[in-house]
């Protein structure tokens, strides 16, 4: 078993929550399940057992130096060994975009905070963190597994895929705050690069937003504007 790389064909769920999150949600690209020596035979040890045989997936028990090249950390008692999958965006469903997201464990995180407030798809324009990565499958908390998502190479062949949705640009420079924005839907909440945020050129497509916030900071944190923003729209 060889180290993640961006060109690899398969991936890696480090940890045996990931593992089973693989198994219930994904199972259709999981390859082979390997459990650490040191997991105890206790309950989870016959979840993960069963959820393997039952999806047909090969397990290899007994094999430390795994665990120790692909995780480097001895609490790691479980990796689900997956192949790259790619996904369709809904039409009909809300959409979170990320232009040009950098940080791995940001794209996880805001990968988790779609999926906890039912986003219908995530749209991630490149250049852009590898979603794929261990670190951005675990920072996910396997949400990865269940949220649809799809790369595209610039936002313009997004916004021509869903010329019906509702763009709502997430900017420091809007006038309008997100409180007092009308929903309608399908929409698509777009947020940019961690460092940089969005292009000015993106307030003039849809109507742009601001997340009030006190003068005491510059910016909020790209996974926490994200989160603000998905769990303000959803409760509209």
Same mark, same amino acid.
């Given at each position: 078993?060889?180290?993640?790389?961006?060109?690899?064909?398969?991936?890696?769920?480090?940890?045996?929550?990931?593992?089973?999150?693989?198994?219930? $949600?994904?199972?259709?690209? !999981?390859?082979r399940i390997y459990i650490n020596p040191k997991q105890k035979r206790? *309950?989870? /040890?016959? %979840?993960?057992?069963?959820?393997?045989?039952?999806?047909?997936?090969?397990?290899?028990?007994?094999?430390?130096?795994?665990?120790?090249?692909?995780?480097?950390?001895?609490?790691?008692?479980?990796?689900?060994?997956?192949?790259?999958?790619?996904?369709?965006?809904?039409?009909?469903?809300?959409?979170?975009?990320?232009?040009?997201?950098?940080?791995?464990?940001?794209?996880?995180?805001?990968?988790?905070?779609?999926?906890?407030?039912?986003?219908?798809?995530?749209?991630?324009?490149?250049?852009?963190?590898?979603?794929?990565?261990?670190?951005?499958? $675990?920072?996910?908390?396997? !949400?990865?597994?269940?949220?649809?998502?799809?790369?595209?190479?610039?936002? *313009?062949? /997004?916004? %021509?895929?869903?010329?019906?949705?509702?763009?709502?640009?997430?900017?420091?420079?809007?006038?309008?705050?997100?409180?007092?924005?009308?929903?309608?839907?399908?929409?698509?909440?777009?947020?940019?690069?961690?460092?940089?945020?969005?292009?000015?050129?993106?307030?003039?497509?849809?109507?742009?937003?601001?997340?009030?916030?006190?003068?005491?900071?510059?910016?909020?944190?790209?996974?926490?504007?994200?989160?603000?923003?998905?769990?303000?729209?959803?409760?509209?």
């Amino acid at each position: 078993m060889d180290k993640y790389t961006k060109q690899s064909e398969t991936s890696y769920a480090l940890g045996t929550t990931l593992t089973i999150e693989l198994l219930s $949600r994904k199972k259709e690209v !999981a390859t082979r399940i390997y459990i650490n020596p040191k997991q105890k035979r206790d *309950e989870t /040890y016959n %979840k993960l057992i069963s959820l393997a045989r039952s999806a047909g997936i090969p397990v290899i028990e007994n094999n430390q130096k795994i665990f120790s090249a692909l995780s480097g950390k001895d609490n790691v008692m479980a990796i689900g060994e997956f192949k790259k999958f790619d996904n369709t965006l809904p039409k009909d469903k809300n959409h979170l975009v990320l232009v040009n997201p950098s940080n791995m464990g940001n794209l996880g995180t805001v990968i988790r905070s779609g999926a906890a407030f039912e986003i219908g798809g995530l749209a991630i324009i490149r250049p852009a963190a590898d979603a794929f990565d261990p670190k951005c499958v $675990r920072s996910s908390m396997g !949400a990865i597994f269940s949220l649809p998502f799809h790369y595209y190479d610039s936002f *313009e062949e /997004y916004e %021509k895929e869903f010329p019906a949705h509702k763009i709502h640009p997430f900017m420091l420079q809007a006038k309008k705050e997100l409180s007092s924005v009308q929903k309608e839907e399908p929409y698509s909440l777009v947020f940019g690069n961690e460092a940089t945020g969005l292009p000015k050129e993106f307030l003039e497509k849809g109507e742009p937003v601001i997340i009030a916030q006190s003068s005491l900071i510059d910016s909020l944190n790209l996974d926490n504007a994200v989160s603000i923003g998905l769990y303000t729209f959803k409760n509209k």
